[in-house]
Antibody, heavy 118, light 109 residues
Framework: QVQLVQSGAEVKKPGSSMKVSCKAS????????ISWVRQAPGQGLEWMGG????????NYAQKFQGRVTITTDESTSTAYMELSSLRSEDTAVYYC???????????WGQGTLVTVSS | SYVLTQPPSVSVAPGQTARITCGGN??????VHWYQQKPGQAPVLVVY???DRPSGIPERFSGSNSGNTATLTISRVEAGDEADYYC????????????FGTGTKVTVL
């Protein structure tokens, strides 16, 4: 059974960067295509980007191009999402999500709340 | 970019049927996935590839997809079905972007 465990809540200053981790267990990490999804308070789900197997590299939502970087460390079965130039609108719960058995997200991390505030 | 539109809210009495629509341009040509999210929890997959159910999801949850509208149907609604529901597709026409619908709050009366 695959499990995704994310890093803890953070408070960040405007203009700084954040880096959230997502550690996977219970499977072969090299075959994972982790995506990151965020949810601002009271708002809907928003796909930020992910590792796309057909490309073999990370692909990002146009909205976040230039500000987000998704990386993986196979030695520790961990994925990372870094978002730079933070502003208050980036306050959200950030989820890692895994499309293990198809193009759908069948596994999710527990979420990481990041608060951007001066 | 590709847009998925859902009604903000749907209200239904216990035991009745809730239908949640997800509108998108020619969405019938895409695979649609549906997620349930309860307050303070991560989303849970309830329907994938238009109409398939993951193990553990009740048969009361079903899906369809044709033309410009995909639909999630919840039959014999229970109080525990009260949640937000999101549809999701991949937009391969624009560099393979993930797209979520706007979300629908299902209220059980």
């Amino acid at each position: 059974q695959v499990q995704l465990v994310q890093s803890g809540a953070e408070v960040k200053k405007p203009g700084s960067s954040m880096k959230v981790s997502c550690k996977a267990s219970g499977g072969t990490f090299s075959s994972y295509a982790i995506s990151w999804v965020r949810q601002a308070p009271g708002q809907g789900l928003e796909w930020m980007g992910g590792i796309i197997p057909i490309f073999g590299t990370a692909n990002y939502a146009q909205k976040f191009q230039g500000r987000v970087t998704i990386t993986t460390d196979e030695s520790t079965s961990t994925a990372y999402m870094e978002l730079s130039s933070l502003r208050s609108e980036d306050t959200a719960v950030y989820y890692c999500a895994l499309p293990l058995r198809g193009s759908f997200f069948d596994y999710w991390g527990q979420g990481t709340l990041v608060t951007v505030s001066s | 970019s590709y847009v998925l539109t859902q009604p903000p809210s749907v209200s239904v009495a216990p035991g009745q049927t809730a239908r949640i629509t997800c509108g998108g341009n020619n969405i019938g040509s895409k695979s649609v996935h549906w997620y349930q999210q309860k307050p303070g929890q991560a989303p849970v997959l309830v329907v994938y590839d238009d109409s398939d159910r993951p193990s553990g999801i009740p048969e009361r949850f079903s899906g369809s997809n044709s033309g410009n509208t995909a639909t999630l149907t919840i039959s014999r609604v229970e109080a525990g079905d009260e949640a937000d529901y999101y549809c999701q597709v991949w937009d391969s026409s624009s560099d393979h972007q993930g797209v979520f619908g706007t979300g629908t709050k299902v209220t059980v009366l």
